[in-house]
């Protein structure tokens, strides 16, 4: 199996979610060649298990983001019965332009890959599990956490190609994350807090117990809708960040529909919540049927001793 794995990189290197896009390359039994946008990350993409060749993709298209002509430039670059690249919306665009280039199908947001190849991923809000057979070739984008991130023990062998093609949007600002904290969409652990916080002061709490085990603080709409201090960007759900981190801490969070189409497909769900009708607890793997006041410092105080 011919696999093609579109790194995730930028000037800042190669994103952690490449090592898991080689996880799924693997899932589905290829020896992946990585492609390096721009060449970025290529130091980093060789020492991942697993991984055959890394390609260097440089040009001039690379000077800022235009997802068409990224993903003219690096289909060109390599073929591939299978282009696999992460659900991030630029992972997306780039592997839907390739899959009009070259007329093939694609399947987005992939959380399961067997060989076949077998794809699963949530739909209708993730309300429901989809199980299909894709021939190949194809492109599939997969989310953030549902691989195993491949070892860092390869050695691959790299090349370059120069390769360009025509920009046709131009970036003219890019606009800096509202905050420095770890992004919830790549996140392993997410604590997330909802309007049963009470005031956004309160979310220091999380952000404590997110400095002790290295976890990215996220948010319900309501939060975020009711305080200017908590920025859209923390909004996990239908209308913020679809998340599949291996631990999601609800915390006064009611579970609504739209809440738990964003966050229902995470490996362990835990809630803490005053109401023990909270439909929060139907999806949640462990529930602390208990205030956050209480439950919080106890939580802090066990953490703190691991
Ligand atoms: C089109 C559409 C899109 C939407 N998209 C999203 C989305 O992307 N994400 C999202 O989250 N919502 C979304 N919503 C909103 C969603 O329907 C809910 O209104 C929202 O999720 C509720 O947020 P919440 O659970 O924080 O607040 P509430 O529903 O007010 O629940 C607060 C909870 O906190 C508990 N609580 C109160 N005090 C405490 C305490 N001291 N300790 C512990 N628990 C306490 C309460 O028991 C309650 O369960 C959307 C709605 C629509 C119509």
Redesign the pocket.
């Known amino acids: 199996m011919d696999v093609t794995v579109i790194a995730e990189s930028s000037e800042n290197g190669l994103h952690p979610v490449t090592a898991q896009l080689v996880g799924a390359a693997v899932a589905i039994g290829g020896a992946p060649t990585v492609l390096c946008a721009g060449g970025w990350g290529v130091e980093d993409a060789v020492s991942i298990s697993g991984v055959a060749k890394v390609i260097s993709v440089v040009g001039d298209c690379f000077g800022s983001f235009d997802g068409g002509a990224w993903a003219e430039a690096l289909s060109s670059a390599s073929g591939g019965d299978v282009i696999i690249a992460a659900a991030t919306p630029a992972g997306r665009e780039i592997a839907a332009t390739i899959a009009a280039i070259r007329g093939i199908p694609i399947v987005q947001d992939v959380t399961g890959l067997a060989p076949g190849i077998s794809v699963t991923r949530p739909i209708y809000s993730g309300k429901a599990i989809e199980s299909s057979t894709v021939g190949t070739p194809c492109a599939i984008t997969v989310r953030a956490n549902a691989f195993d991130a491949a070892g860092e023990d390869g050695s691959a062998e790299v090349s370059t190609v120069n390769q360009s093609a025509d920009v046709a949007v131009a970036v003219r600002e890019a606009i800096a994350k509202a905050s420095e904290r770890l992004d919830v969409a790549e996140a392993d652990i997410i604590i997330s807090g ?3 916080m ?1 005031d956004p002061a309160n979310f220091s709490h999380l952000e404590e117990i997110a400095d002790i085990i290295g976890a990215a603080v996220g948010a ?4 975020v809708d009711t305080w200017d201090e908590i920025p859209h960007g923390m ?6 960040k679809t998340v599949t981190p291996s631990l999601y801490i609800a ?9 738990l ?2 966050m229902r497909t995470s490996k362990y769900i835990v809630a ?4 023990p009708d ?1 439909p929060i607890f139907g999806v949640a793997d462990y529930g602390i049927v ?4 209480d439950a919080l410092p106890a939580l802090k105080a066990e953490l703190g001793k691991l």
């Open positions: 909802g309007r049963g009470g319900s709409r309501a939060a909004q996990v759900g239908q209308t913020g915390v006064g969070i009611s579970g609504a529909i739209q809440h189409a964003g803490i919540n005053k109401d909270a208990a205030t956050w006041e």
